[in-house]
């Protein structure tokens, strides 16, 4: 074998190894024909190198075998290192040409079994490994052996052929990386092959027939990891201008030899703003040192201005109330650096819209109509020369970024597909998605999935709203959908989120051990203060809820019922109060949080 194979050879990833699980090692074993070297690492310390054979085995070692399909990376803490790898793996698509796999089995290897363990440290490993189980229920990971991932369609189409020769992992967008934290150990010790590039997000492809056309739409969503987190718990931007649940969604459409890409982006409003969670239904909204809100701003959409060139932003959230004062503070930050190439469209979703008009989401296209059609979208011919290619993109945001702007994107994305359809000659000028009803039901579906994902990465459920972005109406079983979605968020805001979110943070090797925020520790005195009473407060307030709402039904006809009915509510008045008062004591927080917050 030549030189120039050995270098290709050397590159390319490997996509299936035998792990075998000995006592003192696992010893990794590439099973695809890519290397002649085994990968060793140590139980006891987590130290890595290659070996040319497997050790002696016999009857008494007797060793677990199991087939994983790549190494996502090592955490390496004062406890020990840890080993993160794909034990199954789900064909969900290809990205121009190229297998796309989604992670739907992940292990952690514990490389900690050193005999001087002191009680200090099995205490904190102790604690981590909570963190750990939560780590390997991380939905939404991505990957592909060939192909760079974490860049779009327009930018891989400008990257040379010298770029693309590099290993994977050397041609990743950091913003997008999601292991990036967990490759450093594999890149210091040059085991290139088992540097495997993951992301966050989504990927769902349909294909349909349109009149005699085949017609292919990829939809992918690259999560930024630089303020990555849950709803709650990471709101706003960060003083370096990364904005929370910032998401890059790329629609591609493939058809009659065509390829054609639409990028578009949402993420938090970015300026310093937080919502601590305190046992309340919606905590209020509360911004952190307001003066240097324009600076973060200005950092944040510069950023965006050299990634995608011109920037149209979108704030969906409400004109009054506590939104209102969001968005006040947002428009007047924004506006000495509007221009041009900046511009901000505020849209009151609710107001316009309400619970079921959001065919009225037409206003707001007009308002944007001409920024799309200026600004354009990538086209490829045949032969993979550019035609035309975007230079703006369109920045979405409500206060979760989830909902509303899921609903407001699809609307774009389906206006910018009719648009590309049109161009390459599969639909006439006047033909529209929904003149193909079975393409049209599809592409609903398609953006449903896309804002689920999306949705459960950031608040724990599906979307709210789903049900027009997947049927194309509103319908009662979707509003009692958004009601439990509604519900199980609440919980999980408050009781769940904070080990999850101690779990994100020590993947992404942003924390530091203490209490959260500017919280004191809680005492271990006192009932409610356990972890069993969150449980019972939840229950105690719903309970007096659902009892309170029947019990002034049946007052209509009954004085008896009126009495319980007034009983209740101040029971739930009450709990209220007292859930203000003292909330934020018994809510689920973060023991670990960004050294940069």
Same mark, same amino acid.
């Given at each position: 074998?030549?030189?120039?194979?050995?270098?290709?050879?050397?590159?390319? *990833?490997?996509?299936?190894?035998?792990?075998?699980? =000995?006592?003192?090692?696992?010893?990794?074993?590439?099973?695809?024909?890519?290397?002649? =070297?085994?990968?060793?690492?140590?139980?006891?310390?987590?130290?890595?190198?290659?070996?040319?054979?497997?050790?002696?085995?016999?009857?008494?070692?007797?060793?677990?075998?199991?087939?994983?399909?790549?190494?996502?990376?090592?955490?390496?803490?004062?406890?020990?290192?840890?080993?993160?790898?794909?034990?199954?793996?789900?064909?969900?698509?290809?990205?121009?040409?190229?297998? /796309?796999?989604?992670?739907?089995?992940?292990?952690?290897?514990?490389?900690?079994?050193?005999?001087?363990?002191?009680?200090?440290?099995?205490?904190?490993?102790?604690?981590?490994?909570?963190?750990?189980?939560?780590?390997? @229920?991380?939905?939404?990971?991505?990957?592909?052996?060939?192909?760079?991932?974490?860049?779009?369609?327009?930018? *891989?189409?400008?990257?040379?052929?010298?770029?693309?020769?590099?290993?994977?992992?050397?041609?990743?967008?950091?913003? =997008?990386?999601?292991?990036?934290?967990?490759?450093?150990?594999?890149?210091?010790?040059?085991?290139?092959?088992?540097?495997?590039?993951?992301?966050?997000?989504?990927?769902?492809?349909?294909?349909? $027939?349109?009149?005699?056309?085949?017609?292919?739409?990829?939809?992918?969503?690259?999560?930024?990891?630089?303020?990555?987190?849950?709803?709650?718990?990471?709101?706003?931007?960060?003083? $370096?201008?990364?904005?929370?649940?910032?998401? $890059?969604?790329?629609? /591609?459409?493939?058809?009659?030899? &065509?390829?054609?890409?639409?990028?578009?982006?949402?993420?938090?409003?970015? +300026?310093?703003?937080?919502?601590?969670?305190? *046992?309340?239904?919606?905590?209020?909204?509360?911004?952190? @040192?307001?003066?240097?809100?324009?600076?973060? *701003?200005?950092?944040?959409?510069?950023?965006?201005?050299?990634?995608?060139?011109?920037?149209?932003?979108?704030?969906?959230?409400?004109?009054?109330?506590?939104?209102?004062?969001?968005?006040?503070?947002?428009?007047?930050? /924004?506006?000495?650096?509007?221009?041009?190439?900046?511009?901000?469209?505020?849209?009151?979703?609710?107001?316009?819209?309400?619970?079921?008009?959001?065919?009225?989401?037409?206003?707001?296209?007009?308002?944007?109509?001409?920024?799309?059609?200026?600004?354009?979208?990538?086209?490829?011919?045949?032969?993979? $020369?550019?035609?035309?290619?975007?230079?703006?993109?369109?920045?979405?945001?409500?206060?979760?970024?989830?909902?509303?702007?899921?609903?407001?994107?699809?609307?774009?994305?389906?206006?910018?597909?009719?648009?590309?359809?049109?161009?390459?000659?599969?639909?006439?000028?006047?033909?529209? /998605?929904?003149? &193909?009803?079975?393409?049209?039901?599809?592409?609903?579906?398609?953006?449903?999935?896309?804002?689920?994902?999306?949705?459960?990465?950031?608040?724990?459920?599906?979307?709210?709203?789903?049900?027009?972005?997947? &049927?194309?109406?509103?319908?009662?079983?979707?509003?009692?959908?958004?009601?439990?979605?509604?519900?199980?968020?609440?919980?999980?805001?408050? +009781?769940?989120?904070?080990?999850?979110?101690?779990?994100?943070?020590?993947?992404?090797?942003?924390?530091?051990?203490?209490?959260?925020?500017?919280?004191?520790?809680?005492?271990?005195?006192? &009932?409610?203060?356990?972890?069993?009473?969150?449980?019972?407060? +939840?229950?105690?307030?719903?309970?007096?809820?659902?009892?309170?709402?029947?019990?002034?039904?049946?007052?209509?006809?009954?004085?008896?019922?009126?009495?319980?009915?007034?009983?209740?509510?101040?029971?739930?008045?009450?709990?209220?109060? +007292?859930?203000?008062?003292?909330?934020?004591?018994?809510?689920?927080?973060?023991?670990?949080?960004?050294?940069?917050?």
């Amino acid at each position: 074998m030549d030189g120039t194979n050995d270098a290709n050879r050397s590159c390319k *990833l490997h996509t299936r190894l035998r792990l075998w699980e =000995f006592a003192d090692r696992y010893i990794f074993e590439p099973i695809d024909g890519l290397a002649d =070297f085994y990968l060793s690492v140590s139980r006891a310390n987590g130290s890595m190198n290659l070996v040319e054979e497997l050790p002696s085995r016999s009857p008494s070692t007797n060793p677990k075998v199991r087939t994983v399909y790549g190494v996502i990376g090592v955490l390496k803490l004062a406890v020990g290192s840890y080993f993160l790898v794909i034990t199954d793996r789900d064909c969900v698509g290809s990205y121009l040409g190229h297998a /796309i796999y989604k992670v739907t089995g992940l292990k952690v290897l514990s490389c900690n079994k050193s005999p001087n363990t002191s009680s200090e440290q099995k205490k904190m490993e102790s604690e981590i490994s909570e963190l750990l189980v939560a780590a390997e @229920r991380t939905m939404g990971l991505y990957f592909s052996y060939d192909i760079n991932l974490t860049l779009n369609s327009q930018k *891989l189409c400008d990257i040379n052929d010298e770029f693309k020769s590099r290993p994977l992992w050397k041609q990743a967008e950091p913003r =997008f990386l999601w292991n990036s934290y967990l490759l450093e150990p594999l890149i210091e010790n040059k085991l290139d092959q088992y540097l495997l590039p993951v992301i966050q997000g989504s990927f769902q492809n349909i294909h349909a $027939e349109v009149g005699s056309e085949k017609v292919d739409v990829t939809l992918i969503a690259r999560r930024c990891t630089g303020r990555i987190g849950t709803r709650m718990w990471r709101r706003g931007a960060d003083p $370096e201008g990364y904005a929370a649940n910032f998401v $890059e969604s790329e629609q /591609i459409v493939q058809s009659k030899g &065509y390829t054609a890409s639409y990028v578009q982006v949402r993420g938090s409003m970015p +300026f310093l703003w937080e919502q601590i969670v305190d *046992l309340t239904y919606k905590p209020s909204f509360d911004v952190v @040192r307001q003066e240097e809100a324009p600076r973060v *701003l200005e950092r944040h959409f510069n950023d965006l201005k050299k990634k995608y060139g011109a920037v149209l932003a979108v704030d969906l959230v409400n004109t009054n109330g506590g939104e209102g004062r969001l968005r006040e503070r947002y428009a007047k930050s /924004i506006e000495p650096i509007l221009n041009d190439d900046l511009r901000y469209v505020h849209f009151d979703f609710h107001r316009i819209c309400g619970h079921i008009h959001f065919e009225r989401l037409s206003q707001l296209y007009e308002q944007i109509e001409d920024y799309l059609k200026k600004h354009g979208y990538l086209l490829l011919n045949e032969k993979g $020369e550019k035609i035309q290619e975007q230079d703006g993109t369109v920045r979405t945001n409500c206060i979760d970024c989830l909902d509303r702007t899921n609903v407001t994107q699809s609307m774009i994305g389906r206006r910018i597909l009719e648009s590309q359809l049109q161009r390459i000659g599969v639909f006439s000028v006047s033909d529209t /998605i929904t003149k &193909y009803p079975a393409f049209d039901a599809s592409y609903k579906v398609l953006w449903a999935n896309h804002g689920d994902a999306i949705s459960i990465q950031y608040s724990g459920t599906p979307a709210l709203k789903g049900d027009f972005v997947r &049927y194309g109406k509103r319908s009662a079983q979707g509003i009692l959908n958004d009601l439990q979605y509604s519900l199980a968020r609440y919980y999980l805001n408050n +009781f769940a989120d904070g080990t999850k979110q101690d779990a994100m943070d020590l993947l992404q090797g942003r924390y530091i051990t203490s209490v959260s925020r500017d919280m004191a520790a809680p005492t271990k005195a006192g &009932y409610l203060e356990s972890y069993a009473s969150v449980r019972i407060a +939840f229950a105690l307030v719903s309970g007096a809820l659902l009892f309170m709402m029947m019990s002034l039904r049946q007052a209509r006809n009954d004085a008896r019922h009126l009495l319980l009915s007034l009983l209740w509510a101040g029971l739930c008045i009450g709990i209220t109060h +007292f859930v203000r008062a003292n909330g934020r004591v018994f809510t689920n927080r973060p023991r670990f949080h960004k050294s940069r917050d």
